[in-house]
T-cell receptor, first 114, second 110 residues
Framework: NAGVTQTPKFRVLKTGQSMTLLCAQD?????MYWYRQDPGMGLRLIHY???????AKGEVPDGYNVSRLKKQNFLLGLESAAPSQTSVYFC?????????????FGPGTRLTVL | AQRVTQPEKLLSVFKGAPVELKCNYS??????LFWYVQYSRQRLQLLLR??SRESIKGFTADLNKGETSFHLKKPFAQEEDSAMYYC????????????FGTGTLLAVQP
């Protein structure tokens, strides 16, 4: 099992460009999450999904969109990148057992917006 | 609103010394708390959860509802314990969302 994988590992964008980050998991998990990690701020939840075809906003959703067309994939889109979106992005997934669930994390994508 | 506070950005100790990483939380419901760890060049992973009441790699954490704390402790630090540690609180009912603290970097000196 590969677990949670993220594509790409690194990316540099210019302001206003768009891109999509791909998260894939092979553990048949129901729940998937996108976080951003910034120095001194920990991990903050951007969007999440509790099942195929569903998405919901987290703490910091502005400027991002997501889609969960297939259970194993969770896509994070930046329509018009801004320097404030320079960050390390982590995807996570979990089975969806309320209250006791462990989240499994991907290796992260380091994004720089110039 | 829910909140997790880790007051120390960096904790430096010598090998063999006791370690205590502090975590305080604010939550109106019944708290479910976790410690996640990120070793150098590795992905974030679960270290322990309070509901299990287990010891992992010599680490323990006790939930103190009166002090709203969930401090991580180890009696004798090892160099391989050097890592970034995040305290996290489960919220949002069945959505299993986590809110993380800002993290504490533990540096164990030889």
């Amino acid at each position: 099992n590969a677990g949670v994988t993220q594509t790409p590992k690194f990316r540099v964008l210019k302001t206003g460009q768009s891109m999509t980050l791909l998260c894939a998991q092979d553990m048949n998990h129901e729940y998937m999450y996108w976080y951003r990690q910034d120095p001194g701020m920990g991990l903050r939840l951007i969007h999440y999904s509790v099942g195929e075809g569903t998405t919901a906003k987290g703490e910091v959703p502005d400027g991002y969109n997501v889609s969960r067309l297939k259970k194993q994939n969770f896509l994070l889109g930046l329509e018009s990148a801004a320097p404030s979106q320079t960050s390390v992005y982590f995807c996570a997934s979990s089975y969806g057992l309320a209250g006791v669930d462990e989240q499994f994390f991907g290796p992260g994508t380091r994004l720089t917006v110039l | 609103a829910q909140r997790v506070t880790q007051p120390e950005k960096l904790l430096s100790v010598f090998k063999g010394a006791p370690v205590e990483l502090k975590c305080n939380y604010s939550y109106s419901g019944s708290p479910e708390l976790f410690w996640y760890v990120q070793y150098s060049r590795q992905r974030l992973q679960l270290l322990l959860r309070h509901i299990s009441r287990e010891s992992i790699k010599g680490f323990t954490a006790d939930l103190n509802k009166g002090e709203t704390s969930f401090h991580l402790k180890k009696p004798f630090a090892q160099e391989e314990d050097s890592a970034m540690y995040y305290c996290a609180l489960l919220y949002g009912g069945a959505t299993n969302k986590l809110i993380f603290g800002t993290g504490t970097l533990l540096a164990v000196q030889p």
